[in-house]
């Protein structure tokens, strides 16, 4: 199954993303996260990235569509994936349709994680991310079982420093700008599923799983 993961920054793409990949043996990609490891590599175009990220605004999108192109070009991702924080813009949803056709493969379902502004500014502030593994937490609601330490890996657990209110009010408002069409993008090509996003992370599982049980 190929799936692409769509919402504002805080909506749970990623927490469901690890829940789906865990459940239907798909990889993950998420180019958030391959940003941050060039990043935090200091490779060329992790410099490029960084002060975009810094800022809370998109990475040219020739950028990430490359990455995107090279990954989409391994091995694991032959029986599917799950695209998480990709595409962004229109030009990247374009660029992705190119890839996939050039593959002979196609999406078979979007998922649109909804879910209202208010909470999303309180989510993303209590968000802490494991270093190593990149599993997310939220103190509040999904709390590490000990402090600052990854159930996962025993990795260390961090706050993003575009998890400020600062640069969170910015990625909000890059995302109504830029990503926000993408909705209409993918309704107009009967892909969209819309995941009301209010609940527990296992409600919000629940709906993904009837959604993903029926392709
Ligand atoms: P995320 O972890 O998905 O919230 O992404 C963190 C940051 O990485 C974003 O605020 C952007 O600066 C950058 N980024 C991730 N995915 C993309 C994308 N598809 N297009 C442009 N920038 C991206």
Known sequence: MRIILLGPPGAGKGTQAKKIEEEFGIPQLATGDIIRLAIKEGTEWGKRAEPFVRE?????????????KERLSRDDVRNGFILDGFPRTLKQAE??????????????????????????????????VCESCQTPYNLIS??????????????KLVQRPDDTPEVIRKRLAVYEEQTKPLVEFYSRKSLLHVVPSSGTIEEIYAQVKAILGKK
């Open 56 to 68: 809370g605004q998109l990475v040219p999108d020739e950028v990430v569509i490359g990455i995107v």
């Open 95 to 128: 660029a992705l349709e190119a890839m996939l056709q050039d593959l002979g493969i196609a999406i078979d379902v979007v998922l649109y994680f909804d879910i209202p502004a208010e909470e999303l500014v309180r989510r993303l502030s209590a968000r802490r």
């Open 142 to 155: 999904s709390p590490p079982k000990n402090d600052e330490i990854c159930d996962r890996c025993g990795g």
